[in-house]
């Protein structure tokens, strides 16, 4: 069975703190080799248990990894009014970094959509509630209050657009998707009705159930986040 994996950058890169703690997260090649070797574990998959169990070999059609270039716009802190070149900044430099390690690994394809124009900073919802509370004033509120808010465009329908290209060429019999949210589901229905396999792996996050009629089956295989001490529960499975 040949197997496309398609990652979430974005996503991928939230999820990895919770299910790789001792792994530094600004390191861009080890970011890279935790994404490639996400992929390659689901080309291995395990039914049932000892001494039943059986092994399944996918071969791998090609890694898909989708992201936004780093921003790199100028602008001026909101109380401060310091000047900030994004470009410059450690997020910028990694991002930057993630991406060129990307680009260089076998059966790897980077696909970038854009950032929106329309940015501009917003306070950070917990300083709002204190704000509205009546715990903190205006004139109290710092540049370290306030995040640069600006929106991923394009990344979707990326996403949306391989998945029916490889369903409706028949490049592949199985995409897996490192994904969370509903936002796939369009592109999954029409995948399984040209009759490929589609497995969610959403890193041990919990979904919403209804999801699952869906997809396929759901996979997460990094390491489980550990909670205070427990494991985070299953997802459940379709």
Same mark, same amino acid.
């Given at each position: 069975?040949?197997?496309?994996?398609?990652?979430?950058?974005?996503?991928?890169?939230?999820?990895? *703190?919770?299910?790789?703690?001792?792994?530094?997260?600004?390191?861009? !090649?080890?970011?890279?080799?935790?994404?490639?070797?996400?992929?390659?574990?689901?080309? +291995?998959?395990?039914?049932? !248990?000892?001494?039943?169990?059986?092994?399944?070999?996918?071969?791998?059609?090609?890694?898909?990894?989708?992201?936004?270039?780093?921003?790199?716009?100028?602008?001026?802190?909101?109380?401060?009014?310091?000047?900030?070149?994004?470009?410059?900044? *450690?997020?910028?430099?990694?991002? %930057?970094?993630?991406?060129?390690?990307?680009?260089?690994?076998?059966?790897?394809?980077?696909?970038?959509?854009?950032?929106?124009?329309? %940015?501009?900073?917003?306070?950070?919802?917990?300083?709002?509630?204190?704000?509205?509370?009546?715990?903190? +004033?205006?004139? %109290?509120? +710092?540049?370290?209050?306030?995040?640069?808010?600006?929106?991923?465009?394009?990344?979707?329908?990326?996403?949306?657009?391989? @998945?029916?290209?490889?369903?409706?060429?028949?490049?592949?019999?199985?995409?897996?998707?490192?994904?969370?949210?509903?936002?796939?589901?369009?592109?999954? !229905?029409?995948?399984?009705?040209?009759?490929?396999?589609?497995?969610?792996?959403?890193?041990?996050?919990?979904?919403?159930?209804?999801?699952?009629?869906? @997809?396929?089956?759901?996979? %997460?295989?990094?390491?489980?986040?550990?909670?205070?001490?427990?494991?985070?529960?299953?997802?459940?499975?379709?």
């Amino acid at each position: 069975m040949k197997t496309a994996i398609l990652i979430d950058g974005g996503y991928f890169l939230k999820r990895f *703190p919770a299910c790789y703690p001792t792994r530094d997260r600004a390191d861009a !090649k080890a970011v890279a080799r935790t994404a490639f070797e996400i992929a390659l574990s689901h080309l +291995t998959e395990r039914r049932g !248990k000892a001494p039943n169990e059986t092994v399944i070999t996918h071969d791998l059609h090609r890694i898909f990894f989708y992201d936004c270039p780093p921003l790199s716009k100028r602008a001026h802190h909101p109380v401060s009014r310091r000047p900030i070149d994004f470009a410059k900044t *450690p997020q910028s430099i990694f991002r %930057s970094a993630l991406h060129d390690e990307l680009r260089c690994m076998r059966k790897m394809a980077l696909r970038l959509g854009h950032l929106s124009e329309q %940015s501009e900073w917003v306070l950070k919802e917990p300083l709002l509630k204190e704000l509205l509370a009546g715990n903190r +004033t205006f004139a %109290s509120l +710092t540049d370290e209050d306030f995040r640069y808010d600006t929106r991923q465009k394009g990344v979707d329908m990326r996403i949306g657009t391989d @998945i029916a290209t490889l369903a409706y060429k028949r490049n592949v019999d199985q995409i897996v998707l490192v994904a969370g949210d509903a936002d796939f589901v369009p592109a999954a !229905k029409l995948a399984r009705r040209e009759g490929l396999d589609f497995v969610l792996d959403p890193m041990w996050k919990n979904i919403h159930p209804s999801l699952n009629e869906h @997809i396929d089956g759901i996979r %997460s295989t990094c390491p489980r986040p550990v909670v205070r001490g427990i494991p985070v529960a299953e997802p459940p499975r379709a």
